[in-house]
């Protein structure tokens, strides 16, 4: 049973597509996150959710919108793609103000084209 | 800012040797500390979590260490298999951020 699932494993689109990833954590969390892997495999916080609502946006362009519609789900929306873009994006949860362990999904990988 | 230095950046052993990966953070307000293993393509894997007050927990063949008011960690692996081989990636929980500040990772290559 999957902690932290994100849908799907696999994107490729091309520039100016608008495109959507999808999280979901069983864990009872209560902070979710988004985190990017760029080429040389670092790891940078996009955002963070706490009960839905947004805690932190790292400087992230405003292309970059998520969405939580609950505590279990956190959806990341991209508008207007760009090469750049393309990296792998983690999902994560943790019952942040308590520290526990952090959680990650298998991760995302945009291609854009 | 917090920021997290992994040191070495890569590390090739043969099999059977015990080795040390090394985490540095410069701010010592954290919650705890975690350890992760990324094999190639995959996702994270939460190896270890070690609380702000305690100084080491253990798993296994592993071993992670913390000593919070010099910035520091260690992740001993014992009698390395190359089962092991994936990146190691440390990462803080910073009491004022809400959020893990990761380090670049450690690639550790087992040789059979």
């Known amino acids: 049973d999957t902690a932290v699932s994100q849908t799907p494993k696999y994107l490729v689109t091309q520039m100016g597509n608008d495109k959507s990833i999808k999280c979901e954590q069983n864990?009872?969390?209560?902070?979710m996150y988004w985190y990017k892997q760029d080429s040389k495999k670092f790891l940078k916080i996009m955002f963070s959710?706490?009960?839905?609502?947004?805690?932190i946006n790292e400087t992230v362009p405003n292309r970059f919108s998520p969405k939580s519609p609950d505590k279990a789900h956190l959806n990341l929306h991209i508008n207007s793609l760009e090469l750049g873009d393309s990296a792998v994006y983690f999902c994560?949860?943790?019952?942040?103000?308590?520290?526990?362990?952090?959680?990650f999904g298998q991760g995302t990988r945009l291609t854009v084209v | 800012k917090q920021e997290v230095t992994q040191i070495p950046a890569a590390l090739s052993v043969p099999e059977g040797e015990n080795l040390v990966l090394n985490c540095s953070f410069t701010?010592?307000?954290?919650?705890?500390l975690q350890w992760f293993r990324q094999d190639p393509g995959k996702g994270l894997t939460s190896l270890l979590l070690?609380?702000?007050?305690?100084r080491e927990q253990t798993s296994g063949r592993l071993n992670a260490s913390l000593d919070k008011s010099s910035g520091r960690s260690t992740l001993y692996i014992a009698a390395s298999q190359p089962g092991d081989s994936a990146t190691y990636l440390c990462?803080?929980?910073?009491?004022?951020?809400?959020?893990?500040?990761f380090g670049g990772g450690t690639r550790l290559m087992v040789k059979p």
């Open positions: 701010d010592s307000a954290i919650y705890n």
């Open positions: 070690i609380q702000s007050s305690q």
């Open positions: 959710y706490n009960n839905k609502e947004l805690i």
């Open positions: 994560a949860s943790s019952q942040a103000f308590e520290a526990t362990e952090a959680f």
């Open positions: 864990l009872g969390h209560d902070t």
């Open positions: 990462a803080v929980f910073n009491n004022a951020g809400n959020m893990l500040t």
